[in-house]
């Protein structure tokens, strides 16, 4: 049957769904976790831009008819690992009030991605379109909304505002570098900013003992090499603050 394995296979070819066979794969079929496993695995290496299922059923020693048992398309596979990336990043209820379970989820996510860089931009993507749907996320985040003094008028946007606040983050300190010539885009990144123009600029050059490699924009590296720490937890911190005065004040603003 299709799930057989290989010693070896034909070359990558574009993905694409495979029709599932009649009955069900054999014994021999490999698992859901071992699946997912590899799966992160060549995403910690190549990324979701280069991710093949081809290649990890390569990997597995099965045809790539054989994934398609447990996931129905690439992009599921996709939000099926940027789920288990997500395993353990929500914090239990009861563990504090509503400001710390929110500063606990907000660091225990960013400490499950940095595990996994080359994840991140995925992660984000999948938390925002909804493909790998975490009900324990949105109950627990209502939840503490709710016990926060959240009310029908303004719980949305409450909540809207957490979950772009925790992925928007991490999405920009990891985004990729360069595929092509990233040594080459960095050197020539960092010449830019060291050659600003102190008269057209005398604010921020005044600043950029501060800012530079180390603020969005102005970096020629990325978080798995120069993290944001202290400006990762200032982040958490300003944005609880501002939350906190959005809920007291018991409504959303007006629009226009």
């Given at each position: 049957?299709?799930?057989?394995?290989?010693?070896?296979?034909?070359?990558?070819?574009?993905?694409?769904?495979?029709?599932?066979?009649?009955?069900?794969?054999?014994?021999?079929?490999?698992?859901?976790?071992?699946?997912?496993?590899?799966?992160?695995?060549?995403?910690?290496?190549?990324?979701?831009?280069?991710?093949?299922?081809?290649?990890?059923?390569?990997?597995?020693?099965?045809?790539?008819?054989?994934?398609?048992?447990?996931?129905?398309?690439?992009?599921?596979?996709?939000?099926?690992?940027?789920?288990?990336?997500?395993?353990?990043?929500?914090?239990?209820?009861?563990?504090?009030?509503?400001?710390?379970?929110?500063?606990?989820?907000?660091?225990?996510?960013?400490?499950?991605?940095?595990?996994?860089?080359?994840?991140?931009?995925?992660?984000?993507?999948?938390?925002?379109?909804?493909?790998?749907?975490?009900?324990?996320?949105?109950?627990?985040?209502?939840?503490?909304?709710?016990?926060?003094?959240?009310?029908?008028?303004?719980?949305?946007?409450?909540?809207?505002?957490?979950?772009?606040?925790?992925?928007?983050?991490?999405?920009?300190?990891?985004?990729?570098?360069?595929?092509?010539?990233?040594?080459?885009?960095?050197?020539?990144?960092?010449?830019?900013?060291?050659?600003?123009?102190?008269?057209?600029?005398?604010?921020?050059?005044?600043?950029?003992?501060?800012?530079?490699?180390?603020?969005f924009i102005l970096r020629w590296q990325n978080g798995s090499q120069v993290p944001l720490t202290s400006s990762f937890n200032a982040h958490v911190e300003i944005f609880l603050a501002g939350l906190e005065v959005f809920l007291a004040r018991g409504k959303s603003p007006?629009?226009?």
């Amino acid at each position: 049957m299709c799930s057989a394995r290989l010693s070896s296979m034909s070359p990558s070819a574009p993905d694409k769904p495979v029709r599932r066979p009649a009955g069900r794969p054999s014994s021999s079929a490999i698992t859901r976790e071992a699946l997912l496993e590899v799966a992160l695995n060549q995403l910690d290496r190549v990324g979701p831009h280069a991710f093949s299922v081809r290649d990890v059923a390569r990997s597995l020693g099965v045809y790539p008819s054989t994934i398609y048992w447990h996931v129905e398309s690439k992009e599921a596979l996709l939000a099926e690992v940027a789920g288990l990336v997500m395993t353990g990043a929500i914090p239990p209820r009861g563990s504090g009030d509503w400001k710390t379970w929110i500063r606990n989820l907000f660091k225990l996510y960013r400490k499950a991605v940095l595990k996994h860089p080359n994840v991140a931009q995925l992660v984000g993507a999948q938390l925002v379109s909804n493909a790998s749907l975490s009900l324990d996320l949105i109950e627990g985040v209502i939840g503490v909304l709710l016990e926060a003094g959240a009310t029908e008028e303004n719980l949305r946007e409450a909540y809207n505002c957490v979950i772009s606040s925790l992925a928007g983050f991490m999405t920009m300190e990891l985004a990729p570098m360069p595929v092509e010539n990233p040594e080459g885009w960095a050197t020539a990144l960092e010449g830019r900013v060291r050659a600003i123009d102190p008269l057209e600029h005398p604010t921020l050059t005044r600043h950029i003992h501060l800012l530079a490699n180390r603020a969005f924009i102005l970096r020629w590296q990325n978080g798995s090499q120069v993290p944001l720490t202290s400006s990762f937890n200032a982040h958490v911190e300003i944005f609880l603050a501002g939350l906190e005065v959005f809920l007291a004040r018991g409504k959303s603003p007006a629009v226009g």
